[in-house]
């Protein structure tokens, strides 16, 4: 299959259309315009709709009425967009719904500025919105990676009836590489029979809710849903582990950071320091397991983001006491550089060896 030059929201959009999507609704917010603009002007070919949405609690509303349709839907949006979608999140968890979410960060907190952030990094892993719910959270570090989550991350939200989102910041958004669609990996979705699809006098209707007033069945649906989190804790961790032979620091990133930090580590060879990565494709489920992978020659973790640590929680957690973990990130739209990453590394060592 040949290659195509596109700037990362056009692939996502169009990587959602291959995947089945026929259903958009969202508000404009930058750096994501042009995901929404793709959609409108796409979307009708294939036979689906677009609507820009008065606000983006109207939008995420209407991704719940096309979800409980049985539709495949997506919205998409920035950071405080999709804190104001959260509500609507949490009720789409709560009905146990598929949707596709797709988040391209920027700097805050507030409305903060366009530029490239991770600091999104709570709100998408602990839940914006209210309950005990969880997001399977992808965060792709290329456009190629961005279009195969996304194109994934329909199948998942049908298989688990649960929001799938796509993470990225401000350059995936914005950048341009050449693409390729893939199909995704085959896997065997569920009759949608929950769907709000008419009875035509046939059977009982199917009602979608996310309200409870039972305590003891409101409880009882939380372990069900606990129980699908666990599967996909399970089965749906994806992660990559680069350069770890003999490293002496293990840095912890993910998206495009870690393509900065991929620069760093080939600096550092050169001057005979070897360090390796565990990136993060799935931000949750976290991939507790890669940390099992760290060889005896590490000394120390580095946590490298575009925040103001927010993995280092689960980064701790993962490690579990094993080695020192240290940070370094900017934060507010600045973006690291290898050399600032390099010199880290080697003020860490300096008080290791």
């Not at 689960?314 to 600045?334: C, E, L, N, Q, T």
Request: glycine share 10%; aromatic share 8%; hydrophobic share 40%.
């Amino acid at each position: 299959m040949a290659k195509i030059l596109m700037k990362g929201n056009e692939a996502i959009g169009a990587a959602a259309i291959k995947a089945g999507c026929k259903y958009f609704f969202g508000y404009p917010i930058t750096p994501q315009n042009e995901l929404p603009e793709f959609m409108s002007r796409e979307l009708h070919k294939v036979g689906g709709c677009f609507v820009q949405a008065e606000s983006e609690v109207s939008a995420i509303n209407m991704v719940y009425g096309a979800a409980g349709a049985g539709a495949r839907v997506m919205t998409s949006s920035s950071s405080p967009g999709i804190a104001l979608k959260q509500e609507g999140i949490s009720y789409i968890a709560g009905a146990e719904l598929p949707c596709v979410i797709v988040n391209i960060s920027r700097g805050g907190p507030g409305l903060g500025g366009i530029q490239p952030a991770q600091s999104d990094y709570f709100q998408s892993t602990r839940g914006g919105g209210n309950g005990d719910y969880r997001l399977l959270v992808f965060a792709p570090a290329s456009l190629q990676e961005a279009v195969d989550c996304t194109m994934e991350a329909f199948d998942l939200a049908d298989y688990y009836r649960n929001p799938v989102m796509v993470i990225g910041d401000g350059m995936i958004g914005q950048m341009m590489e050449p693409i390729e669609f893939n199909e995704p990996v085959k896997r065997e979705l569920p009759e949608k029979d929950w769907a709000t699809v008419g009875t035509k006098g046939a059977r009982k209707p199917n009602i979608i809710n996310s309200l409870a007033l039972d305590p003891a069945e409101l409880e009882k649906h939380n372990i069900k849903l606990q129980a699908k989190y666990k599967e996909m804790e399970e089965n749906e961790v994806r992660y990559e582990m680069y350069n770890m032979e003999d490293a002496e620091v293990v840095m912890i990133s993910y998206g495009t950071t870690a393509r900065i930090v991929k620069n760093a580590i080939a600096a550092l060879k050169e001057e005979g320091i070897n360090v390796g990565l565990i990136r993060p494709i799935t931000l949750w489920p976290f991939p507790h397991k890669a940390f099992e992978e760290i060889p005896g020659t590490t000394k120390a973790l580095l946590s490298v983001e575009m925040s103001m640590g927010q993995m280092i929680d689960d980064v701790k957690i993962a490690s579990s006491g094993r080695w020192p973990v240290h940070f370094y990130g900017r934060s507010g739209g600045m973006i690291p550089t290898p050399d600032a990453i390099a010199n880290k590394v080697k003020e860490i060592l300096g008080g290791a060896r």
